[in-house]
């Protein structure tokens, strides 16, 4: 049975390398991570046999059973929800990166839970670029001191930052947060904190996201349809 899984990535890629041609961005500098989050294992199988490596959930538990029955692929798991940290110890030891970190304590546990046999988690910062207090994110005035602080975890590789802005209608109110994220990463890369990811972008902002510079795209519904549940 098919999803239609490989026809929706394959239009998919299609419309990220002409945005990254509209743009002026480098063909394929912008990464496709596929979310997964509430869909089925074959569904994330099918994927993969079209050549796509990245996926992301949001959910351990929802993820949990996806891992075990791919074990067999050589995938790219991303965990991109919000991290409890009675989740760090399996999150540490399932992931290869986390891009939802927004304080200190998380990343601690995360750097000392991480299995001294695998390399260093890849992590993100996950930042409130619109100043929401129902989402998770640092605020962006806080980025630079917990860049520093992750830094320092040895089993910590500290690669970007990641945000999700407040849903907007039209380009150009969508790009607004984007630029903001593209600012504080230049500002850090002034303070000598070169990064190489900037995980911005979803299926309803993907173009304002590759126009303001995104590394990384993260697409759920238009791979692998709408969700039934609100997340
Ligand atoms: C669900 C989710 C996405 C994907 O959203 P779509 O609109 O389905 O593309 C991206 N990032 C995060 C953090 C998500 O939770």
Redesign the pocket.
């Known amino acids: 049975m098919s999803y239609g899984t490989a026809s929706r990535l394959a239009a998919l890629r299609e419309r990220i390398r002409a945005l990254e041609h509209r743009y002026g961005r480098v063909e394929g500098s912008v990464r496709l991570?596929a979310?997964s989050?509430t869909k089925s294992a074959a569904m994330v199988r099918e994927a993969f046999e079209s050549g796509q490596r990245d996926f992301?959930e949001?959910q351990l538990q929802d993820a949990l059973g996806k891992l075990d029955a791919l074990s067999d692929l050589p995938l790219n798991w991303h965990f991109?929800?919000h991290v409890q940290s009675n989740k760090t110890r399996e999150i540490a030891a399932r992931f290869r990166c986390v891009?939802?970190v927004d304080r200190a304590r998380i990343a601690e546990r995360l750097s000392d839970q991480r299995p001294p046999d695998l390399p260093p988690l890849d992590v993100c910062i996950q930042v409130n670029v619109s100043a929401e207090s129902s989402k998770s994110g640092i605020a962006p005035d806080d980025v630079p001191a917990l860049a520093r602080r992750i830094l320092d975890l040895p089993m910590l590789r500290l690669r970007g930052l990641?945000a999700?802005p407040r849903p907007e209608k039209g380009l150009e109110a969508q790009r607004l947060p984007f630029r903001r994220m593209r600012a504080l990463m230049d500002a850090l890369a002034a303070e000598g904190i070169a990064l190489d990811t900037l995980?911005i972008g979803?299926?309803?902002d993907?173009e304002a996201a590759v126009a303001e510079g995104a590394t990384m795209v993260?697409?759920?519904?238009?791979?692998?349809g709408?969700?039934d549940r609100a997340?």
Request: charged share 20%; glycine share 12%; hydrophobic share 40%.
């Open positions: 991570l979310v989050k992301g949001n991109i929800g891009q939802s990641m999700i995980s979803m299926s309803d993907l993260r697409i759920g519904t238009a791979i692998f709408p969700r997340r």
